[in-house]
């Protein structure tokens, strides 16, 4: 399958070479996408290494391309992971301020989505974002439910990324 991996700024985005791993190595074909906040905790180097193919950081080109469209259009199944509070938020408003929100408003309706979050527990039991994932739920999007684990913030509770294995299994 071709698959866009949309990486967000959650502090789980340095396991997003692990991902692309274990996606390439079930014989996928990986194209990464990194919003702003993810380039500061992943780099797009690392990222094109082990998926050996081009990674997107901006929306922005000057060779005629349109990558939201492109991507939108070439990818079998978009997998973001992590997927921060924001990114839901921005995803289930209709949003369009970056790349990785124009080329997931730009899916057509049909294409399977998987969306991995990962936070603070207190941010993942807010209301606000547990009906951000309600409306995203009722588009079609499937969740990838945040587990319990130590965070990097200290605490103990549910928020933590499930395991990049995990991710790719439930890709199949
Ligand atoms: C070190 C660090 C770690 C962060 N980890 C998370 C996280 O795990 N989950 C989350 O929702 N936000 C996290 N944030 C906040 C996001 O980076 C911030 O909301 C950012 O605007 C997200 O942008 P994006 O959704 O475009 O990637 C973190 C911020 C910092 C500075």
């Known amino acids: 399958m071709n698959i866009v991996l949309g990486i967000s700024g959650g502090i789980a985005a340095y396991k997003a070479p692990e991902i ?24 797009a180097e690392a990222l094109a290494a082990v998926s050996r193919q081009p990674v997107f950081t901006s929306a922005w080109t000057t060779d005629g391309s349109m990558p939201h ?15 921060t509070a924001d990114v839901l938020a921005r995803f289930a ?26 936070m603070n527990t207190v941010m993942w039991h807010k209301a606000v974002v547990q009906s951000h994932v309600a409306t995203l ?24 990324m499930v395991e990049p294995e995990t991710i790719a299994g439930t890709v199949g």
């Open 20 to 43: 692309v791993r274990a996606l390439v190595k079930r014989g996928h074909t990986v194209r990464c996408v990194l919003t702003s906040a993810a380039t500061r905790l992943v780099t």
């Open 93 to 118: 408003l209709g949003m369009a301020d970056d790349l990785l929100t124009t080329m997931f408003l730009a899916l057509e309706p049909a294409k399977r989505v998987l969306l991995v979050p990962a």
């Open 69 to 83: 469209i492109d991507l939108a259009r070439w990818a079998d199944l978009v997998v973001v992971a992590p997927a």
């Open 137 to 160: 739920r009722a588009g079609g999007a499937q969740i990838l439910a945040p587990v319990e684990g130590s965070l990097a913030c200290g605490e103990q509770g549910v928020g933590a």
